[in-house]
């Protein structure tokens, strides 16, 4: 029996699961009380929290409504019963709350010293953004980044690993499934603790409880502070290291790790290969590029190697605000004598530092929130943009570090899976990039050696970057065969059998299509996409009730799928189950009030019905989404005709003439108007275009020659009624017609 739609996500009040080796920064507050309470309060300690821990900062009685007018969407941020929710809604005619949706808050993203967002954890392990942020700075909800767009994804938005690495603790994954980017199974821990930077502490807190003291007890757990600079930087830039949260991938893993695989201590090259992304564009969404731009600075580069982040932070205490400049100043005295800063005047040398050599940068986060230039340096303007620009007018990636001195070979597999890291509807809108990855890949098989464990790894991750690539440019054969090759090498890959279900179905091939699903699903059993795939097909083959079985079970398992319910209210369509297809199609207006297929079938729905008020409104709001359909212009004259308004109805109907999209059923539609208002001409008119739009149509030779008749041209009817009993010789009425004509 399948289990109730109705089952909550995975409670974020439940203990989040760690990975071997670690034991959660509670275990080490015992010993360590003052710097962990200190340590809590920084932007790390509260970068990923509990709701119910995080301290009410955001505005939920009063000013808790956006109105965003690209997209057109309300936004109203609750609190319910002890938990947080954010709704959206549009507004009807009546100015009345329809298409409202709902989800509550399981995580708070950011420590609020800038803004905080909020995400769902679904019950299939997917993490999803809602679309609405609190800025601090500004103490108001607005957009999240990157939302504040007509087209955003709302509450769709899944998160990957990538984001969930750098704002958390570890959390335990699963071994084997791994590779799928946006499966979480455990509960997240919260914040980025103690073992972040000091790496699996259980062994180090397990000798504590038995008393053990002295090297043993430290050598038992890492300490950055007793590491080269180097290593102390890597700890820092595992995070603050990228460059861009961009499209192109600015960090590729090294063969047989995973994004969670880093541990503090060890260098950076045996994890993955980093690159910094030159762009000419300084609009890019650039907020975490700190250590590039540490490294840029005058001050880094004297150093001989010897400068950190904490030559200037205290990665345990955050500073009071009061004593900010003071604490600043007096780290940078640490190197600049104050008796050498002679164009300095002394209420300079007792200033703020940071003011005129880290100038706070231009806006990100759509004018939210601004960030501290990290590139010290001298500057005429405090506002001196954070980003630096370049020459090129070209996006490209350079090697950071020791990766410049990486085999040939190896730097084009890196490099091109750079170029194909972003997702495929990114990169179908910028081909270039597909084009140039393909290109690096290509170069890269051509150059690696026959044999070898390594090589043989990357040739897997190659063969389906490839197939990716081909997939993008819309050459599916090749895509096909890629994805081939690269399950051939390695089974266990959720893209390349995911992909290859799509593309064989859209060949036609539905049991290769079928045996692909099945194939993603026996590794990833939550993966709700195959999951919906195997219902398509079950439903193309005729099995409605396996079809429905998998579209439920999808739903179960990701409330939110859109296409499932989509799927399952044309089912109840073609069943003739009006009420349970209504209430389908109502789902999918309230996961996506822009949904055109459903408002079209629910505008339809309402028409058939009578509900003539409410079919008006869908199918207007379908129009206004998509102007160019000449289906909507008739589907409304037919309620405009209904409702009696036949002056309305032919209006609708011109307009579409008027843009050029009118084919046979609109003048055929636009010539029965006509008829009906005894405007014989314009009928004729509008019969006869229809009749060139769709020569030979009985129905509209019949419909023309009635005009005929009725305006008095009887020779004209007579041979329209012959000519449609030519083409359907048991056309009784027309037969009938011409019996009455013939009579003396």
Known sequence: MLESRATAGIESHQSAVLPDGYTGEKQCAPCHQEIHDSFKKLGMGQSWLDPSEAPLIEDYQTNNTVHHAKSGFYYKMLRKGGKFVQQRYLLDRKQRPID???????????????????????????????????????????????????????????????????????????????????????????????????????????????????????????????????????????????????????????????????????????????????????????????????????????????????????????????????????????????????????????????????????????????????????????????????????????????????????????????????????????????????????????????????????????????????????????????????????????????????????????????????????????????????GALAEAKGDASEAQKYFDRAIQLYPPSLASHYRLAQMHLRNQAAERAAAELQTCLSLDPRHLPALIDLGHLMSRQNRLDESRHLLERALKLDASREDLYNALSVVASSEGKLDEAVALLQKAVAKGIAGGMTFMNLGNLHAQQKNFRRAIQSFDAANKKSPGNPRILFALGMCHLNAGNLPQGKALFEQVLKLDPGNADARQVLKQLTRP
């Not at 070209?394 to 170029?419: I, M, N, Q, T, W």
């Not at 081909?431 to 990855?437: C, I």
């Not at 690696?448 to 490839?466: C, D, M, N, V």
């Not at 959720?494 to 299509?513: E, Q, T, V």
């Open 100 to 534: 409202l949706h709902e989800e509550k808050v399981d995580y708070v993203v950011g420590s609020g010293n800038h803004a905080r967002s909020y995400l769902r954890h679904h019950p299939n392990g997917v993490i999803t953004q809602l679309p609405v942020t609190w800025y601090s700075q500004q103490k108001r909800w607005d957009m999240s980044p990157g939302y504040d767009i007509k087209n955003h994804l709302d509450f769709s938005r899944a998160i990957p690993q990538g984001c969930v690495f750098c704002h958390t603790a570890y959390p335990r994954m699963e071994a084997g499934q791994i590779d799928d980017p946006h499966y979480f199974p455990n509960p997240i821990p919260g914040g980025i603790g103690c073992e972040r930077c000091h790496g699996p502490g259980a062994k180090h807190v397990g000798l504590a409880l038995r008393g053990e003291t002295g090297q043993t007890l430290k050598e038992a757990i890492y300490n950055p502070g007793r590491d080269t600079p180097e290593a102390q930087r890597t700890i820092c830039y595992q995070c603050h290291m990228e460059s861009s949260v961009d499209s192109l991938g600015t960090r590729v893993l090294k063969a047989g790790r995973d994004v969670f695989s880093f541990r503090p201590g060890e260098p950076f090259v045996n994890y993955a290969v980093q690159f910094s992304l030159q762009a000419p564009d300084s609009k890019r969404l650039k907020v975490v590029q700190h250590a590039e731009l540490m490294e840029a600075s005058r001050c880094f580069q004297a150093s001989n190697g010897r400068m950190t982040c904490t030559s200037c932070h205290d990665p345990h205490r955050k500073v009071a605000a009061p004593n900010t400049a003071s604490y600043y100043r007096t780290r940078c005295l640490q190197c600049h004598d104050s008796r050498k800063l002679s164009t300095h005047t002394r209420v300079q040398l007792a200033g703020d530092c940071g003011r005129c050599h880290m100038p706070r940068g231009t806006p990100t986060n759509g004018g939210h929130t601004v960030f501290t230039n990290h590139r010290v340096g001298i500057y005429s303007s405090a506002a001196a943009p954070t980003a630096r620009r370049h020459a090129s007018n070209v996006e490209r990636l350079v090697f950071r570090g020791s990766d410049v001195h990486l085999p040939e070979a190896e730097k084009r597999f890196f490099l091109g899976a750079a170029y194909l890291d972003a997702p495929h509807e990114e990169l179908s809108a910028r081909p270039e990039l597909a084009k140039k990855g393909t290109q690096l890949l290509q170069d890269y098989l051509g150059r690696i050696p026959s044999s070898g464990t390594l090589q043989h790894q990357y040739l897997s991750r190659a063969e389906a970057l490839f197939a990716k690539a081909y997939q993008t440019l819309n050459q599916p054969d090749l895509a096909i065969e890629h994805y081939e090759k690269s399950l051939s090498a390695d089974s266990r890959q959720l893209l390349p059998a995911y992909s290859l279900g799509l593309l064989y179905a859209g060949r036609g091939d539905f049991s290769r299509s079928a045996q692909s699903f099945s194939n993603a699903l026996q590794y990833f059993p939550k993966h709700v996409p195959s999951m919906h795939g195997l």
